[in-house]
């Protein structure tokens, strides 16, 4: 029995033994996977960062990298001006003339900014460069021509022997049309009343101040049908003649203004066609002829305006074609202008009726001394020199005021483009900087134009003075 029992223990001491070393090698198997799975999280862990790491850092590499240039938003941008013929060509911005922060401008202007490419983080001189081209092109302004302030004064000394041309000399009879623009834009409000409105006005004080012996003739387009292209055939085939050419009758020239409305499109070369054709029957040589076309936009209706007017400015009726653009875009005040330059014409663009009023105002004084004008020439020309130089005066403030202007509203439009993220206050300091020296450019270009307008006008009158004296034996002092 005791070796039994012996026997008994010493084997429950061998499975003892080997449960325990069953045990730790179990503890150390764990041990080891538990370290390996470590070992593997903490190497899978960096990979992870790193890959993470990759794709935040690799839009910022190609923001550095990549040019704005070679965006499409920044495609055909206008260059900057460097002298003064740039300054007066320049081509007015998509927000010429408003103030950015304003109801309604803002609002599209933030939509227009919206989607254009922000300024790399590190932008170079010519992402500078393309960025002010951008901003440049929305707020640049219309600096008037210095060649049409001289073109209004020699239209202003009408009847002068001193002017060669013909079309300036004073007929025995005058014959003046108006061609108004009745499209559907011409709807557009202004001080609370509509372009068409205010052009009305405008020329119904204008021929109303008239010499009797005028003859007046209006002319309208854009007044029937719709701007849809359903109507664009029936719109641009009416153009009626509501109003000459007769002498003034207020009753029946305010009954020819009501009789229209604005409404289609805008055929201003068939009504140019129109008009050569009621003119033919007055000759320039016993007639003085002066046309006032008055439109809102540009030819819409396939035709061609230009060579139309050119055409009838070179016919026997050799008119004198003065534009008005009410409010145009860039793209309209280039065609109108060449409507204009075809016979040797002024144009002007007006944005109220004040405005508009002042441009008829030229020609109302030049009508009422039609009949007076020998009598009382060196008076007038010494009247026309102060004239001139008033006009120099308002040219000059003008021009102040449109570069005040157009200051700050490049201004306003670099705060928006850092409100939204496009740039940053160092870019901003340096795209202002741009704008600094294009201002010294229109500083230098002022100087030069006044400068060379207040020559002109000396010598312009001192030749007028001679020739007076010679005609009328009078002594100029």
């Given amino acids: 029995m005791a070796g039994v029992n012996n026997r008994e223990g010493t084997c429950l001491e061998v499975k003892t033994l080997l449960m325990r070393k069953k045990a730790i090698l179990l503890f150390f198997t764990v041990l080891l996977f538990l370290t390996a799975c470590s070992e593997k999280e903490n190497t899978s862990e960096p990979n992870q960062k790193s890959t993470h790491e990759e794709k935040v850092e690799e839009p910022k590499d190609e923001k550095q990298n990549n040019s704005i240039s070679d965006s499409d938003y920044f495609n055909e941008l206008p260059e900057i001006p460097e002298d003064t013929l740039d300054v007066v060509k320049q081509t007015p911005g998509k927000y010429a003339n408003q103030t950015v922060f304003q109801e309604g401008v803002t609002e599209k202007v933030k939509q227009e900014i919206k989607e254009i490419p922000p300024l790399p983080e590190n932008p170079s001189e010519q992402d500078y460069e393309t960025y002010f081209k951008y901003v440049y092109s929305l707020a640049a302004n219309d600096f008037q021509d210095p060649d049409d302030l001289v073109k209004k004064w020699e239209f202003s000394m009408f009847g002068s022997s001193d002017l060669n041309d013909p079309k300036y000399q004073f007929k025995d009879n005058y014959n003046v049309e108006i061609i108004l623009d009745s499209s559907g834009s011409m709807g557009a409000i202004v001080d609370g009343k509509t372009q068409l409105q205010l052009a009305k006005e405008a020329i119904n004080e204008f021929v109303g ?45 305010n009954k020819a203004l009501k009789q229209f409305q604005p409404s289609g ?211 100029v002092e």
Wanted: glycine content about 4%; charged content about 30%.
């Fill in 209 to 253: 101040s008239l010499p009797e012996e005028v003859n007046i003739s209006l002319r309208v387009y854009g007044h029937k049908g719709t701007g849809d292209d359903s109507d664009k055939q029936k719109s641009c085939s009416s153009i009626e003649q509501v109003y000459g050419f007769e002498k003034y009758e207020s009753g029946a020239f």
């Fill in 265 to 475: 499109w805008t055929p201003i070369a068939k009504s140019l066609k129109e008009s050569f054709e009621s003119f033919k029957k007055y000759d320039q040589k016993t007639n003085t002829n002066l046309i006032y076309l008055v439109s809102d936009g540009i030819e819409t209706c396939d035709g061609n305006p230009v060579k139309v007017a050119d055409e009838f400015a070179g016919s026997n009726v050799s008119p004198i074609i003065n534009v008005i653009g009410f409010n145009v875009d860039s793209q309209a005040q280039k065609q109108l202008k060449s409507v204009a330059d075809s016979s040797n014409g002024i144009y002007t663009t007006v944005g109220n009726k004040e405005q508009l009023t002042n441009e008829f105002e030229r020609a109302q004084e030049v009508l009422l001394r039609w009949e007076s004008w020998k009598a009382d020439a060196l008076i007038d020309v010494e009247s026309q020199n102060l004239d001139n130089k008033l006009d120099i005066s308002t040219y000059s403030n003008d021009w102040n005021f449109i570069k005040e202007d157009q200051i700050i509203r490049i201004n306003e439009i670099l705060t928006l483009l850092r409100e939204q993220d496009k740039i940053n206050l160092d870019n901003e300091e340096e795209l202002k900087k741009r704008s600094s020296e294009v201002l010294e450019v229109i500083n230098e270009a002022y100087d030069e134009i006044v400068n060379d307008l207040n020559t002109t006008n000396k010598k312009g009158i001192e030749s007028l003075k001679e020739s007076i004296n010679k005609k009328y034996n009078k002594q």
